[in-house]
């Protein structure tokens, strides 16, 4: 196996809008976005609202084509991929999207949203389907008693966990997560964070990780890539980006997060031990 | 001390298919003029309730208990007209998302004037020319022209400076806040805290800002409220909530913020 896993190379995305007298217009979201996401590894991509961020992160789920560029998985290009070559890598990337309940079906169970996936492969899992079902919600957290309940039943974060479940149930290698937990209250945020590192810890698979927030970025990722206005203007280790941007922009956008007083951290630390 | 505003022992009770739920149990707190006072807490915190009741919009059928004082005079079971004079002159607010909050169909200048004359009266001319220099005070440039503009021609950012300047028009002694950044992207957030802030030294204007967001209270808030579950657990100084916090659900809620100085995780893989 390369030591690459996903290679997007000059992704393009133009989108035609009708302006005013039906005039048209034509935008660029994404414009030559390249990026290479490795085994095992977090990539973030972040950005403002309107900078591509998402978009790209539709063009590697192939539920949008790009207008230029190519998108190579595992050394083939899947860039124009359909049929079973399309079903094959739609079983290697998988997405969480940020609002679980429109990405969960409110009609189905528990069980029926966890092994659609696998339906969808014509995989009979191994052991039954409530065996499967069973592993998958202990692992992400989630009473499997619960297997026959709707999504309605329960909270956001139990939601967003039943989305994380439906992502592994095919032993994806690779997991998107499009602000999978920018919805979230924050110490509901804090346990879902702590999920998602410890399931790529225990499977080893990758994460595009599409968010807004540099702080959860911060402790998700190892690299980053920070969009703006549909190109990628910084690109690096984490390390690097935070602590010495080179770009302009990524420096506004860090100077632009609120903090809390550093010596009230501090001193709060020091008295918690 | 110079009190605005005085909350006590302010309970908000609703009434639902399985009887009433006490939303809001036993607030209490006080904004002096020129302070921003933070509320923070989760979703269902009861923090957006507690800001409700004091501008006199709780839900139809809610019940409320204690005392809300403003300069003095009591605003809870105040008649919807006495209400009426109060909102946008005495007090005003601005909300999350202003672009429900502004008519599609009127300009921005329009709708401003509206609430300028409601309570001011005057000519229009008068109502015009406060309009234009309200917006100038927020940001807008060439606010004569922009006026005119509708509410679809804005940036999100700018809508909310629209909002601002709505909410200040009529000069109020207060000025509820109840998520007026968690929409906007994180530089237009910092412009728009950065404003607020501005505003609030030259007008004098006491200010109640509630979010989610502990590190944006962190930095705009003298003093903070945290609430949970309808629930006051914490008031104090900003200094104090966030260097020594007493109760666990704040030590909690400040442990899980993460955060951009964090150092990052030991067993970085460096590639």
Known sequence: MSDVLLSARGLTKRFTTRGPYGRRKEFTAVDGVSFDVRPGETLAVVGESGSGKSTSARIVAKLMDPSAGTLEFEGEDVTRATGARLARYRADVQVVFQDPFSSLNPRHTVERILMAPLDYQGIAP?????????????????????????????????????GIARALAVNPKLVICDEAVSALDVSVQAQVID????????????YLFIAHDLAVVRRMAQRVAVMSNGKIVEQGPCRQVFDAPGDPYTRTLLAAI??????????RRAAAG | MNELLAVQNLTVTLPTTRGPVDVVKDVSFTVGRDETVGIVGESGSGKSMTSLAIMGLLPRGAMTKGSIRLDGAELLHRTDREMRRIRGEQASMIFQDPLSSLNPYYTVGLQIEEMYRAHRGGSRKAARKAVVEALRQVGIPEPQERAGHYPHQFSGGQRQRIMIAMALVCSPALLIADE??????????????????????????????????????????????VMCEGQQVEYGT??????????????????????????????????
């Open chain 1, 126 to 162: 191994t052991g039954g389907r409530r065996a499967h079902t069973k592993e998958l919600m202990e692992r992400v957290g989630l009473n499997p008693d619960h297997a026959q309940r709707y999504p309605a039943q329960f909270s956001g974060g139990q939601a967003q966990r039943i």
């Open chain 1, 195 to 206: 999920l998602l590192l410890r399931l790529q810890r225990e499977s080893g698979f990758s």
């Open chain 1, 258 to 267: 609120p903090r809390i007083n550093p010596e009230w951290d501090r001193r």
């Open chain 2, 180 to 225: 007026p950044t968690t929409a906007l992207d994180v530089t237009v957030q910092a412009q728009i805290l950065r404003l607020l802030a501005d505003l609030q030294r030259q007008t004098h204007t006491g200010m109640v800002f509630i979010t989610h967001d502990l590190a944006v209270i962190g930095s705009i808030a003298t003093r903070v409220l």
């Open chain 2, 238 to 271: 900003a200094e104090q909530v966030f260097s020594a916090p007493r109760h666990a659900y704040t030590r909690r809620l400040l442990e899980s913020i993460p955060r951009i100085t964090d150092d990052l995780p030991a067993d970085e893989v460096v590639l």
